[in-house]
C-alpha cells in the first residue's frame, strides 16, 4: 500500500451541476450535501453556495449529521444550476497512524453499539447476500481476526481483482451487479468494500468527498469521489480508498458520510416535470 | 380593469382572514360543478333521444337516407358525430341510440355522464345530503344493472323518462336539502352552463336544417319537427301557454332564446350563471376578458329582439353564444376549480442519478 | 328473561361474578335488562343499526364498484367501568404517554436512554419506523404524541394490561362517539340512572389540542387553521375522517389539496391559497411526502416535511411516532417509565419474549405451540400466530420465519380476555364474548383520557380477536360518576 501523504493543505473546491430540461419542470424539491465537514482532519474556511434560479436554503444536519442545503422551486423553469464553492485545509491525522490489534470482540462493548449498528446491517446499495459473503469469507477463510488488517485485506483483493471502468455503471447500480461485473468506478468500488466488510461484521460506513490529484493529466476531467471508513473501537472511524488502495490522507476532503450513496447524494431530488435533456458536472479542486 | 382573481401564489393576506369553516376547497367545488354539469348533461341527451325516437314513428317510413337525416343532426346537438363514426359505419337509429345511451367509450352517453355524476358526487360524499347521493347512486345502479338494455328494448320511453325522474328527483333534493352555501352555486353554474349549451346547439342545427325549406312552413312535417325542438328542451307546454298560437320557426327561436320565464332559454340561464359568478369565491365577482365578453352577451339579450337576432343570422348569433359561454366556463373552472392533475406516477422525476462519483487517479 | 341460561364459564366476566352476582357497576344496566323481552331487545339493536345505515356510519368495502358501505357491528349492551377502576386505568395512561413522549424526544435527540444502556440501540435503530430523517426535528412544545389509542384488556383476574399503543393514527374515536348517540337514543333511562360520564367533548378537546400545537410564530391574527389530511374517499376510515372534521369545524383535505410554497402550507380554495398552520393527518408516515419518504406516493405533499422541518406547519401526529408502536419497543416501555418518570408502572405489560435475544428466542423455539407469536412491526391482528389453535404446518411456517428474522418477531402468553354480556340474534339471549378497550388519550396543554373508550367485541363464539377486519364488533364505553360527587372547588 502506498503511504499516506502528510502534508497539510489548504484547497479551493469548486463543484457545479446544471441540470436542463425537456421542457419546464416545476415543484423541485432538493437536497444538497456539498459542504465540507470540519473535524479534526480538515477544516472547511469558506463555504458558498450559489443557485440559478436563486431561492433561499434552509439548512439542517441530517441523521449522520451531514449539514443538508435544502431548497424548492416552485415556479416552472428550464433548467438549474447549483454550485457550491469552499476553501478547506486538510490536516495529517492527529492519532497517528493505526497501531495494534483490532479484534471483532473488542465490538461487543454495548457503549459502542450505537456508533456502528447502522453500519453493519444491509442498505440499499450495500446488499449483503451469498455471493457478498462467499467472496469475503475465501479471502479470510478464518474468519476476521483484526478489523483493520482485514479491511484492508479485502481493500487490497479488491484494488486487484476489479477494474475501473467509468460509464459501465451508474449511479444507481447496486452491489450485486458489480461483484458480477467485476468493474466500475468509485463509487462501486466503495460500495463492494463496505459489502465485504459488513459481511463479516466490520462496521463500515461510505465516505463521499473530493480527491486533490496533482498529478492528473490536464486533459483528464475531474469528478467528485468517494471511500470508506471503518470504525476501529479505541481509535475511531478510519478511511480506506480501495478505488487507490491506500488510506484517506490530506489530499482527501470529506462531505459526507452514511451507510451508502443513498444517504449522502450530493444533490438530491424531485420535480414535476417530463425529465432531464442535459446533466452537466464540473468539479475542480486546486491547490492554494 | 381589475385583474383576474386566480388563485393567487403566495397567500393573500384577505384569504387568512377568511374564517376556515367557510373556506371551500377548490377541489370540492369543481366535484360539485362537474357533478351539476354532468348530470343535467344525461338528462338533455336522455330527452333528445327520447324526442326523436318518437318523431321516427311519426314519420313512418321515410328509408335509409332519411333516417341517416333525421340522426345526424342529433348527433350534432350532442356535438359528437365525428366520434360517432369512428365507432359505427352509419347513423341508423339502433347504432345511435346505442352510442348515445350505453357507449362506454362515448364521454356522453347517458351512461358514462351518470357515471361522472355519480363519481363526483362520491369524491365529496360528506358535503352533500345523503338524499342526493342515494339518488345517483341509484341512478348509477339502475344504468349499470344487467338488464338495463332490456329494459331500453322493452321501452325506449320508459327508459329515458326514468332517467329524467332521477334528475328531477335529484335537483328537487339539492334544492331542499343543501345549504346554500358557495358549493351550492358551483352545482347550479355547472346545470346553466350545460343547459345554455345544449338548448343553442338543438336550436343551431334544427334551424339550420330546417330554414331552407322555410316555404313549407306550416306543412306537417315541420310542425312535428319544431315540436321536437321545443320536446327536446322540455318547452312544448309552456310555449303553448306563452303564445297560444301554432308553432312557428321564429317563435321557436324567440322562446328559447329570449325566453325571461323559461328556465331553458338561453337569458333565463345566463341571468342564472350571473347570479352565480356573484356568489363564487366570497363573493367578489370573477373578471377578465371572459366575464366581459359573457357580460356583453348577457346585456344584448336584454336589448335585442329576434329580429336583430335572425337579422344578423341565427346561426352565427347561437355560434357565439356558445364559444362565450364555452370561455367563460373555463375561465372560471382555472379561476376557481382548477386542480391541476396529480400523477407523480408519470410526472414526478429524481434527478439524482447523474451525479455518479467517479473520480479516477493515481 | 335474557340472562337466564347464561354463564361465565370460568372467565373474567365484566358484569357478572364468578358467583353469578351482578357487579356493582353493572347495577343500572342489569336492572334495565331484566324486565326486557327477547324481541324487545332485538328490536331495539335493530333500531340502532338502522339508524348507522341511516347516520352514514359506515366504512366502504374495497374493491366494491357498487359503493356498498357497511356498518361496523354494533351491541347493544353497554361496557360499564367503576370510577375506582377507572382512575387507575387514567393516571396508568397517562405515566405512559408521558413516558412515551419523552422516549421520542430522546431517541431524536440526544439518545440519552440508548447511551444509558436502559435500551439496546439495536432495537430502535432497527425499528422499521424509526425514522432517520426526522433527527433533530424541534416539534411545537415538544409534544410528538398528540393522540394516541391504547389497547387494554384483563386477563383472568380482571387486571388491566396493555397490550399495544398505536402511536400513528389511532382510528375509531368516531366509533366511540356514535356508539354513544345511538345509546342514548336506544337506553335514555338507563344511561341516565347508572350515572355515565360524558365522551361528547372528544372533538372539541382534539381540537383545542391541535391549536394548542399551532407553529409557535403561526401567521394568524385570529385562531390557527387546523385541517384532517385523508387519504381520500376510498379510504376505509373515510367516514371517521369526514366525521371528525365535522365535529371540529375543520376542513377536511387531500394531498393534493395542500401546495407548500417557501416551507410553508397552504390549501387550495375558491379564494386563492389558504395558510394551514396544524395538520391531524390520517396519512402514514410512508406516504406523507413524496420528496423524502415513498417517491410513488399519491397520497402525499411534497414538501411538507421540510415545512415541518423549518417550523411552520405541525403535524399532528409527529413524524417518526411509530417507533413506539414496535412491539420491541412496547417490551421496554416499563423500563422507559422508570428510566424518565422514576416511576413504577401502573398498568402492566403482557409478559414478552424477545426473538432477537439468544435466550428468549430458544424459549420462543420450545413452546410455539402454547405462545402467541407477534410481528414487531404489524397492528391489527395481521401476522400473528396463535400457538394453541395453530396448525402444525402454521407453526413451522413461524419457527422458519423466527429464525430467518428474529428481530421481527417476540412472543407472548396467551392472555384469556375478559369476557361481556354480547346479544345473539340467532339465540334471542346474551352470551359471553371476549373484549378489549381502546381508550383515546389526547395530549394538548395537558393529557387527558376520554371518559369512555372504544370497547371492541370478538363477535364470534371464542375468538379472541377484536379487529373489525376480522369480525370483530363494538359496544358503548360507560365510565361511571365516583359514587360521590365532590362538590366544585
Not at chain 1, 155 to 171: D, E, G, I, K, Q
Not at chain 2, 132 to 160: C, I, R, T
Not at chain 3, 88 to 101: H, Y
Request: aromatic residues 10%; contains cysteine.
Amino acid at each position: 500500500m502506498v503511504p499516506p501523504d502528510t502534508r497539510g493543505r489548504r484547497l479551493s473546491l469548486r463543484h457545479l451541476t446544471r441540470f436542463e430540461y425537456n421542457g419546464p419542470v416545476q415543484d423541485s424539491f432538493n437536497d444538497v450535501r456539498l459542504c465540507p465537514v470540519n473535524d479534526p482532519l480538515q477544516s472547511c474556511l469558506e463555504f458558498s453556495l450559489r443557485l440559478d434560479p436563486a431561492v433561499p436554503v434552509h439548512t439542517y444536519h441530517d441523521f449522520y449529521l451531514n449539514r443538508v442545503d435544502h431548497f424548492d422551486l416552485h415556479h416552472p423553469h428550464d433548467w438549474l444550476e447549483v454550485e457550491a464553492r469552499s476553501i478547506v485545509e486538510t490536516r495529517p491525522d492527529p492519532r497517528g497512524p493505526v497501531i495494534g490489534a483490532f479484534p471483532p470482540a473488542l465490538l461487543d462493548d454495548p457503549r459502542l453499539e450505537e456508533n456502528y449498528f447502522d453500519f453493519l446491517a444491509d442498505s440499499h446499495f450495500v446488499i449483503l447476500d451469498a455471493e457478498v459473503w462467499r467472496e469475503a469469507i475465501d479471502l479470510l477463510p478464518g474468519g476476521v481476526t483484526d478489523l483493520w488488517a482485514d479491511s484492508l485485506r479485502f481493500a487490497r483483493h479488491l484494488f486487484r481483482s476489479f477494474t475501473y471502468v467509468p460509464s459501465t455503471t451508474h449511479a444507481g447500480t447496486r452491489v450485486t451487479e458489480v461483484l458480477r461485473s467485476r468493474r466500475g468506478v468509485c463509487q462501486d468500488y466503495a460500495h463492494v468494500l463496505l459489502a465485504l466488510c459488513r459481511s463479516q461484521g466490520i462496521p463500515a460506513r461510505y465516505v463521499s468527498g473530493y480527491f486533490f490529484d496533482a498529478d492528473r493529466p490536464p486533459d483528464q476531467p475531474e469528478a467528485s469521489h468517494a471511500w470508506i471508513e471503518v470504525f476501529l473501537p479505541g481509535y475511531g472511524w478510519k478511511g480506506i480508498d480501495p478505488t487507490h488502495d491506500r488510506l484517506a490522507d490530506t489530499r482527501y476532503v470529506k462531505l459526507a458520510v452514511g451507510r451508502d450513496y443513498a444517504d449522502i447524494r450530493p444533490v438530491n431530488g424531485s420535480y414535476r416535470g417530463r425529465g432531464t435533456r442535459q446533466l452537466l458536472v464540473e468539479v475542480a479542486v486546486r491547490e492554494l | 380593469m381589475p385583474a383576474a382573481t386566480a388563485p393567487s401564489e403566495t397567500g393573500s393576506a384577505a384569504a387568512r382572514s377568511a374564517p376556515p369553516a367557510t373556506v371551500m376547497l377548490s377541489r370540492v367545488a369543481s366535484s360539485l360543478y362537474w357533478m351539476g354539469r354532468y348530470l343535467e348533461r344525461a338528462e338533455n341527451i336522455a330527452r333528445l333521444l327520447d324526442v326523436n325516437i318518437q318523431l321516427l314513428i311519426d314519420f313512418g317510413s321515410i328509408g335509409d337516407q332519411g333516417i341517416k337525416e333525421h340522426w345526424i343532426p342529433v348527433l350534432r346537438s350532442a356535438g359528437d358525430e365525428e366520434l360517432f363514426f369512428q365507432f359505427y359505419p352509419k347513423a341508423d337509429s339502433a347504432a345511435v341510440t346505442e352510442f348515445m345511451t350505453f357507449h362506454r367509450d362515448n364521454p356522453n352517453s347517458v351512461f358514462n355522464c351518470v357515471g361522472a355524476a355519480r363519481e363526483n358526487a362520491r369524491q365529496v360524499r360528506d358535503q352533500i345530503s345523503m338524499e342526493m347521493w342515494e339518488v345517483l347512486n341509484e341512478a348509477h345502479l339502475f344504468l349499470q344493472a344487467k338488464d338495463a338494455h332490456q329494459v331500453w328494448q322493452d321501452g325506449p320511453s320508459a327508459f329515458y323518462d326514468q332517467v329524467k325522474r332521477f334528475s328531477h328527483l335529484f335537483q328537487g333534493l339539492a334544492d331542499s336539502t343543501f345549504s346554500r352555501t358557495e358549493g351550492w352555486e358551483y352545482i347550479q353554474f355547472g346545470k346553466f352552463l350545460e343547459r345554455a349549451d345544449k338548448t343553442t346547439r338543438i336550436l343551431d342545427v334544427k334551424y339550420h336544417i330546417l330554414l331552407p325549406r322555410a316555404t313549407d312552413v306550416g306543412g306537417a312535417v315541420d310542425t312535428a319537427q319544431w315540436q321536437a325542438v321545443l320536446r327536446s328542451t322540455s318547452a312544448l307546454e309552456a310555449y303553448r301557454r306563452f303564445y297560444v298560437t301554432e308553432i312557428l320557426p321564429r317563435k321557436v327561436a324567440e322562446f328559447l332564446v329570449l325566453s325571461d320565464t323559461f328556465p331553458r332559454s338561453l337569458r333565463f340561464c345566463l341571468r342564472q350563471l350571473d347570479v352565480s359568478l356573484g356568489h363564487m369565491g366570497g363573493g367578489q365577482r370573477p373578471a377578465g376578458p371572459a366575464v366581459d365578453d359573457f357580460d356583453r352577451l348577457r346585456a344584448g339579450l336584454e336589448r335585442l329582439t329576434i329580429h336583430d337576432i335572425i337579422a344578423e343570422g341565427l346561426h352565427e348569433y347561437l355560434h357565439n353564444a356558445q364559444a362565450v359561454v364555452g370561455r367563460l366556463a373555463t375561465h372560471i373552472y382555472d379561476t376557481f376549480m382548477h386542480h391541476p392533475p396529480v400523477d407523480l406516477a408519470s410526472e414526478i422525476r429524481f434527478h439524482q442519478q447523474e451525479q455518479q462519483q467517479q473520480q479516477q487517479g493515481l | 328473561m335474557l340472562f337466564h341460561e347464561y354463564a361465565t364459564e370460568g372467565f373474567f366476566d365484566e358484569m357478572f361474578t364468578a358467583d353469578g352476582e351482578v357487579r356493582p357497576q353493572y347495577r343500572a344496566v342489569a336492572d334495565g335488562l331484566r324486565g326486557m323481552e327477547s324481541a324487545e331487545f332485538q328490536h331495539k339493536q335493530e333500531a340502532v343499526e338502522l339508524a348507522f345505515m341511516r347516520g352514514g356510519v359506515t366504512f366502504t368495502v374495497y374493491n366494491d364498484t357498487r359503493g356498498t358501505e357497511r356498518i361496523f357491528p354494533f351491541d347493544c349492551v353497554p361496557r360499564v367501568i367503576s370510577a375506582e377502576e377507572w382512575d387507575t386505568v387514567e393516571r396508568g395512561l397517562i405515566q405512559r404517554i408521558t413516558a412515551l413522549n419523552l422516549f421520542l424526544h430522546d431517541i431524536y435527540h440526544d439518545q440519552k436512554i440508548l447511551k444509558d444502556r436502559i435500551i439496546p440501540p439495536a432495537h430502535v435503530l432497527s425499528a422499521r419506523h424509526f425514522r432517520r430523517e426526522f433527527m433533530h426535528f424541534q416539534v411545537p412544545r415538544d409534544i410528538y404524541v398528540h393522540i394516541c389509542g391504547t389497547d387494554l384488556i384483563r386477563d383472568r383476574d380482571g387486571r388491566y394490561l396493555v397490550l399495544e399503543d398505536n402511536l400513528r393514527c389511532p382510528s375509531g374515536a368516531s366509533y366511540m362517539l356514535e356508539n354513544r348517540a345511538a345509546i342514548k337514543r336506544a337506553f335514555p333511562e338507563m344511561l341516565r340512572q347508572a350515572g355515565v360520564r360524558p365522551v361528547d367533548d372528544y372533538a372539541q378537546s382534539l381540537l383545542r389540542a391541535m391549536q394548542f400545537v399551532a407553529p409557535p410564530g403561526y401567521r394568524g391574527d385570529d385562531h390557527p387553521t387546523v385541517v384532517l389530511l385523508t387519504p381520500g374517499v376510498f379510504n376505509s376510515a373515510y367516514f371517521e375522517h369526514a366525521f371528525l372534521a365535522r365535529q371540529m369545524g375543520i376542513p377536511i383535505v387531500e394531498g393534493r389539496d395542500l401546495v407548500v410554497r417557501d416551507f410553508a402550507v397552504f390549501m387550495r380554495t375558491t379564494r386563492g391559497l389558504v395558510p394551514v398552520d396544524v395538520i391531524y393527518r390520517r396519512i402514514d408516515d410512508d406516504f406523507l411526502d413524496p420528496s423524502v419518504f415513498r417517491a410513488d406516493s399519491l397520497l402525499g405533499v411534497p414538501g411538507l416535511v421540510n415545512a415541518a422541518r423549518a417550523g411552520n406547519v405541525t403535524l399532528a401526529n409527529s413524524i417518526g411516532t411509530g417507533v413506539a408502536d414496535d412491539k420491541l419497543i412496547y417490551y421496554h416501555v416499563p423500563r422507559m417509565i422508570k428510566y424518565y418518570l422514576g416511576e413504577d408502572p401502573i398498568l402492566d405489560s403482557v409478559d414478552t419474549y424477545l426473538a432477537s435475544e439468544p435466550k428468549d428466542r430458544a424459549y420462543i423455539i420450545e413452546n410455539l405451540d402454547k405462545l402467541v407469536v407477534k410481528s414487531a412491526n404489524e397492528a391489527g391482528g395481521y401476522g400473528m400466530l396463535m400457538g394453541p389453535w395453530a396448525s402444525a404446518r402454521e407453526i413451522e411456517d413461524f419457527r422458519a420465519q423466527i429464525l430467518a428474522n428474529p428481530r421481527n418477531f417476540i412472543a407472548q402468553p396467551p392472555i384469556s380476555l375478559s369476557r361481556h354480556p354480547t346479544w345473539v340474534p340467532e339465540n334471542g339471549a346474551f352470551a359471553g364474548r371476549h373484549i378489549d378497550l381502546r381508550p383515546y388519550v389526547l395530549y394538548g396543554e395537558k393529557i387527558t383520557v376520554n371518559p369512555g373508550g372504544l370497547t371492541r367485541v370478538a363477535l364470534r363464539p371464542g375468538s379472541l380477536v377484536v379487529n373489525s377486519s376480522q369480525g370483530g364488533g363494538s359496544k358503548d364505553t360507560w365510565v361511571l360518576r365516583p359514587a360521590r360527587e365532590e362538590p366544585a372547588a
